[in-house]
């Protein structure tokens, strides 16, 4: 092979890459659902591809005039670093903006006082607990929160699964530099054990991808292929 075609190949390679890495770091990302706290809506194995491009920030520029940037937006499943541990992602839906009040009375949701329909919302645990001194923190907010205002530059995020996540009612509001991209798309649905994502050694990472190939097709949820997210 003449040194021309491995200049052609290499200079091939080398721009694909940096189309990858490009499209990576700015445009899309996949990101797999580890916890159940979007039950039933997303579950755990689905592997999402997030949009990274719609929240960019490009100010009164040519590319803010020609591309459909804007802020989170209520009703928006986005994906986000973890204010207490921004080296994990997590994922909730958008629920609240800044200068909104939210307020949680006995599980129902209030938005600028207003009760709010919440369809992909489940509650799986049966008990209400009181808003009361004598019923632990963690429980009490976790169904009576507020009334709270979201502030400048924030946004308030909740898990579909409401009995079942560690959201903004425990650790606050999302900071807007905070959100990497909404998730649009579940291209691929894998049954995977609730605690896979958790590293525990190379060993048993390798087991876990041998596991994923023996039952590649057996354990695809195959309905739930290129499904959009709502």
């Not at 896979?196 to 309905?223: I, P, S």
Request: one cysteine or more; aromatic letters at 14%; hydrophobic letters at 40%.
């Amino acid at each position: 092979m003449s040194k021309s075609v491995v200049r052609e190949y290499y200079e091939a390679i080398l721009v694909a890459f940096i189309l990858a890495l490009f499209v990576r770091t700015f445009v899309f990302e996949n990101f797999k659902i580890p916890s159940g706290s979007m039950e039933d809506n997303l579950l755990i194995g689905d592997h999402l591809v997030v949009n990274k491009f719609i929240f960019a920030r490009n100010g009164d520029s040519v590319l803010h005039r020609l591309f459909p940037y804007r802020d989170p937006e209520r009703g928006d499943v986005v994906v986000f670093k973890y204010p207490e541990d921004p080296r994990r992602d997590f994922i909730k839906r958008c629920v609240a903006v800044a200068g909104d009040t939210i307020e949680i009375r006995r599980k129902e949701l209030f938005l600028n006082g207003e009760p709010q329909v919440e369809p992909l919302v489940v509650h799986k645990d049966p008990r209400v607990w009181d808003d009361s001194s004598l019923v632990p923190v963690s429980s009490r907010i976790r169904d009576n929160f507020g009334p709270f205002t979201v502030p400048e530059g924030t946004v308030f995020c909740l898990g579909d699964n409401r009995d079942n996540s560690l959201d903004s009612r425990f650790w606050g509001p999302v900071p807007l530099s905070y959100v990497k991209g909404r998730a649009v798309l579940i291209y691929w649905s894998y049954e995977a054990g609730r605690d896979d994502w958790q590293w525990r050694g190379l060993g048993h990472r390798l087991r876990q991808l041998a596991g994923v190939v023996l039952n590649f097709f057996t354990k695809t949820r195959w309905e739930r292929e290129f499904r959009l997210i709502r």
